[in-house]
């Protein structure tokens, strides 16, 4: 299996997903242990709008970039300079932003020490952002995994000594963040300066890259929204021990995006340098194909095994999690469609579809919301975020069927090429164990 290939960047980049889906899945145990259901949910609910900005920011620059470098149209160099000139913009511009909103009540519920952390995140953030687009563009999949990993181990090593060890709680959850950015980001640019040794500014590549990246930004940062609107709303609703149980069954239930992200990571950068759609088209497709019924069968067993992980590993405290697991699990299948074919189409320089899509699953993720939050409390936010998703996902696919002209059997149903490439990975594997 060539270290380039498709097919080993994907399993090169499911493997690092299984690790760090176990990792997070540990380090969500231990917070949720040591800070408590409200605890967890004032962590969760400081960091929702600086993540919410970083999808503004992010101005469609990592896409946008990746695209770029991919198609050869600017060198790497030039394009590094001009990121460096937007980072330092974008990042002015949404700490004020963030500023402006902590301002509003926030500030005053947590106190200035403990919103500076979120608020000092947001460069590090953006900026990894933005490097990510680069080694997309220069194919460094590997890299971005080695990344993921060295993200989880920083996280995993500093809530050990800030929550465990010196028990500073939601003081020492909160500067975990910032740790992990940093260091990521550090990591980021050592690579990078490998294969771009030089930095240079050209006048007209960064706003040719907001430009062609705006589009991107929007499309992604309402997908956020419609991601992170439920806790928005339940922290004005509802307590922040109702936040903390929300934050359990959410951050569970989507774990089970982890590969499908992964190997939408691998589609845009393949996408992004593809020179025919015709075989970006079949490669996204034959891995929907490939991964829609394992994924389904997962989720059908973590339905069945989530009362007996939130019990044991949780407490009782959280116990309510269970319930938003359950009612969130069919949306967050859904949007496995999403997941995988949005990284093609974005990779091929068409973020619209996503834009259009999904500005009506936000519309109606906010009404229902409004409606079922009073009523139904955290389950009713997970009832409006599976509706949500799964409109979103079926409409984004309807509208991938008629741009790419095929039909739902290409994307849904395996074929005799699927099946003897499964059969060629399976004994791959088989041999290597056996040392053949």
């Known amino acids: ?37 409200e605890g967890k949910g004032i962590v969760t609910a400081i960091f929702v709008i600086p993540n919410l900005l970083v999808s503004i ?11 770029y470098v991919g198609k050869k149209i600017y060198t790497p160099s030039n394009v590094y300079g001009s990121i460096l000139v937007v980072w330092v913009i974008t ?15 926030s500030i005053q ?8 952390i979120p608020l000092l995140s947001i460069p590090f953030m953006l900026l990894n952002k933005y490097m990510n687009g680069l080694l997309l563009g220069l194919q460094q999949i590997n890299a971005i995994n080695i990344k993921n ?14 929550v465990v060890l010196l028990n500073y709680g939601i003081y020492g959850a909160a ?15 050592f690579i990078i300066r490998k294969f771009v040794p030089k930095i240079q500014y050209q006048k007209g590549i960064a706003q040719s890259l907001i430009s062609k990246g705006l589009v991107y930004a929007v499309a992604l940062f309402i997908l956020n929204l419609n991601y992170k609107i439920d806790i928005l709303l339940l922290e004005k609703m509802t307590t922040p021990a109702d936040v903390g149980i929300y934050s359990i069954g959410v951050s569970l239930s989507e774990l089970i995006w982890q590969i499908p992200a992964a ?9 992004a340098n593809s020179k025919k759609d015709l075989d970006a088209i079949n490669r996204s497709t034959k891995l929907l194909r490939i991964s829609w019924i394992p994924i389904i069968l997962g989720s059908a067993l973590f339905w069945f095994l989530s009362p007996y992980f939130i019990r044991f590993l949780y407490g009782v405290e959280f116990i309510e999690s269970i319930s938003v697991i359950r009612i969130l699990l069919p949306g967050i299948v859904a949007m496995v469609l999403f997941k995988i074919l949005n990284a093609d189409l974005a990779g091929r320089g068409y973020p619209l579809f996503a834009l259009r899509v999904y500005v009506i699953a936000l519309v109606l993720n906010i009404v229902l919301n409004i409606l079922l939050i009073p009523r139904y409390d955290i389950n009713g936010a997970a009832i409006a975020s599976t509706i949500s998703y799964s409109v979103g996902a079926l409409l984004f696919s309807l509208s991938y069927k008629n741009k790419s002209q095929i039909r739902f059997s290409e994307m849904f149903i395996l074929n005799k090429s699927d099946i003897n490439l499964i059969k060629s990975i399976m004994n791959r594997f088989i041999n290597k164990r056996r040392g053949i």
């Open 263 to 271: 190997m939408g990571m691998v589609l845009f950068s393949k996408s």
């Open 175 to 189: 500067t975990i963040h910032l740790i992990v950015a940093l260091v990521t980001l550090m990591y980021s640019i």
């Open 91 to 105: 990042s002015c511009l949404s700490m004020v932003a963030a500023l402006a909103y902590y301002l509003t009540g």
């Open 1 to 37: 299996m060539k270290k380039n290939s498709t097919i080993f960047h994907i399993f090169s980049s499911i493997g690092t997903k299984v690790i760090v889906l176990l990792g997070s899945f540990i380090i969500s145990v231990v917070l949720a242990r040591f800070l408590g259901p």
């Open 57 to 67: 920011a992010d101005l469609g620059i990592r896409q946008a970039t990746a695209y």
């Open 109 to 116: 519920q947590y106190g200035w020490i403990l919103i500076s």
């Open 149 to 162: 990993i060295l993200n989880f181990i920083i996280n995993f090593i500093f809530l050990l000594i800030l």
